[in-house]
């Protein structure tokens, strides 16, 4: 089964909200430091499912996104958002993205959202039509507002969707994981309750074959935020839930070998080397024995990194 990573254009984000959670970086930094920032990629995923057809994985950002001002005005949204926030060059539209594999958002029926923040659910105007899957907790906190203030889910880019199908994690305990809901029946396409970034944040297993893809969205930032003693997110939410997530997730690395971490905004040299290996759809051996290779590099069996790859701002 064939997945493929749709790039919708890049997000900036400051540096500390990546990888400050341990050094005191603050939510009020978040807000005030707009010197120390990254440009990430923003990925949504594809997979061709044999039988229920194309199945998106995040919807990513929209052209109106990237009007900032004229979209999120008189919201919160204005203010602790950048007016370039979203860079989206026309060829990287989710329109423009499907239909370099041959579809129109019409031929797709089936969305699953990793979380309700922005840059997750942009597009999902294109898909009114669509089955949105996504945790009965994310789903539950939709009008919610983070820190009483921002909304998680933004009411002009969730509004389209007419076939909201909150998940309850009534299924097979998997790795680290007490439960899991497999989404069609076939073991296929599992999802695992991810909390923390976000109240109902759920990640991906995909069977792909000869191995299998944990599509995390930002439950992990990038593959390095799998060591959580040492490098760790700004939390929105439940730090406790957050860490309790990616210990599960190492859990998982450890007892099923074959997976392969795909996360939403990985600009490190393993995320750019992993989606460019998966332009068409499938990873090589070659491939994976890179992607084995590149984490026996990186972490010690404690999930602790190699200091060699701990980030720093000028490199990043
Ligand atoms: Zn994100």
Request: hydrophobic share 35%; proline share 6%.
């Amino acid at each position: 089964m064939k997945v493929f990573p749709l790039r919708t254009g890049r997000t900036k984000v400051p540096f500390g909200q990546f990888y400050g959670g341990l050094d005191g970086y603050s939510m009020t930094d978040f807000v005030t430091d707009k010197e120390h920032y990254i440009w990430v990629p923003i990925h949504s995923y594809l997979i061709e499912h044999p039988q229920a057809g194309p199945i998106l994985v995040d919807t990513g950002i929209s052209p109106e996104q990237t009007a900032h001002v004229d979209y999120y005005r008189g919201s919160i949204m204005e203010h602790v958002t950048d007016v370039d926030e979203y860079d989206l060059p026309a060829d990287e539209t989710m329109t423009a993205q499907l239909a370099r594999h041959g579809y129109r958002p019409s031929d797709v029926s089936t969305v699953i959202i990793t979380h309700l923040h922005e840059d997750h659910v942009g597009s999902l105007g294109l898909f009114p039509d669509a089955a949105v899957h996504l945790g009965r907790a994310e789903y539950d906190a939709r009008h919610s507002k983070v820190f009483g203030l921002v909304p998680l889910g933004f009411e002009p880019s969730i509004a389209p969707v007419r076939h909201w199908r909150p998940v309850d994690f009534t299924g097979a305990q998997i790795g680290g994981f007490d439960s899991s809901a497999d989404l069609l029946g076939d073991g296929l396409v599992t999802l695992l309750p991810t909390p923390g970034h976000s109240p109902g944040s759920t990640s991906v297993l995909v069977h792909a074959g000869r191995y299998r893809l944990l599509l995390t969205g930002d439950a992990l930032y990038t593959i390095h935020h799998l060591a959580v003693d040492q490098v760790r997110a700004i939390q929105t939410g439940a730090e406790s839930l957050y860490v309790d997530s990616v210990r599960r997730m190492q859990w998982l690395r450890r007892l099923v070998p074959d997976v392969v971490v795909l996360t939403a905004h990985d600009h490190t040299q393993y995320g750019r080397r992993v989606a460019a290996e998966l332009a068409e759809g499938e990873l090589s051996e070659e491939a994976l024995a890179w992607c084995r290779s590149y984490e026996r590099t990186t972490f010690d069996e404690l999930y602790n990194l190699n200091p060699a790859r701990l980030p720093h701002h000028d490199a990043a």
